[in-house]
């Protein structure tokens, strides 16, 4: 598997609270993504990064910031969080934008 | 509006029958398309990447087509097994930027 974390695996947070969630890798790709799923909508991307400090906006980035400082580690931060980011939030790498992608055991985030 | 469609329904085969999985896209001009299963409570597993200019990839017991005519990629598993049973996700890279799409999935049950 590759090496891919993720934290916290599960958290319950309440509306209006910052939220920050990380992605850390070990296999040194420059791509990295945040994802949510969601049923009926299926994998959704929010943000992704192709390099240090180099992140774009995906599908659904609205109520959603990224920062990636070194190679390893993207956070995704809710600056306040709602009902409607109640979701499973995956981080995925890979080495460059038309390889395969490597999935993070994901995140389960509710806000009450 | 843009749309990625896999079979609409879950899908049950048995044990050694080919199951074949459909994707149709609607408004992309996608650069490639990839394949992924996906198991409860897991992040997605890379399975097979075919490009526009492909017709047909194959790696072990699967197979991918994909027709830029049709809009649809076909993917197959030969010599089906319990343990193919899984949720398999159809997504595509647009040619031009680097948004990442995924379809909601086929849920696949082989039954023994």
């Known amino acids: 598997d590759a090496g891919i974390t993720q934290s916290p695996r599960h958290k319950v947070t309440e509306t209006g609270t910052p939220v920050t969630l990380r992605c850390h890798q070990t296999?040194?790709?420059?791509?990295m993504y945040w994802y949510r799923q969601d049923p009926g909508h299926g994998l959704r991307l929010i943000h992704y990064?192709?390099?240090?400090?180099?992140?774009d906006k995906g599908e659904v980035s609205d109520g959603y910031s990224v920062s990636r400082s070194k190679t390893e580690d993207f956070l995704l931060t809710l600056e306040s969080a709602t009902s409607s980011q109640t979701s499973v939030y995956f981080c995925?790498?890979?080495?460059?934008?038309?390889?395969?992608?490597?999935f993070g055991p994901g995140t389960r985030l509710t806000v009450t | 509006s843009q749309k990625i469609e896999q079979n609409s329904e879950a899908l049950n085969i048995q044990e050694g029958k080919t199951a074949t999985l459909t994707c149709n896209y609607t408004?992309?001009?996608?650069?490639?398309l990839q394949w992924y299963r996906q198991d409860p409570g897991r992040g997605p597993v890379f399975l097979l990447l075919?490009?526009?200019?492909?017709k047909e990839k194959r790696k072990e017991r699967l197979k991918v087509t994909f027709d830029t005519t049709l809009k649809q990629s076909l993917f197959h598993i030969t010599a089906s097994q319990p343990a193919d049973s899984a949720t398999y996700l159809c997504?595509?890279?647009?040619?031009?930027?680097?948004?990442?799409?995924f379809g909601t999935g086929t849920s696949l049950t082989v039954i023994p």
């Open positions: 075919i490009r526009e200019n492909e």
């Open positions: 995925a790498i890979s080495e460059s934008r038309d390889y395969e992608q490597y």
């Open positions: 990064s192709y390099g240090v400090k180099d992140t």
């Open positions: 997504a595509l890279e647009e040619a031009t930027g680097n948004q990442f799409y």
């Open positions: 408004n992309y001009s996608p650069a490639y």
């Open positions: 296999e040194n790709h420059r791509y």
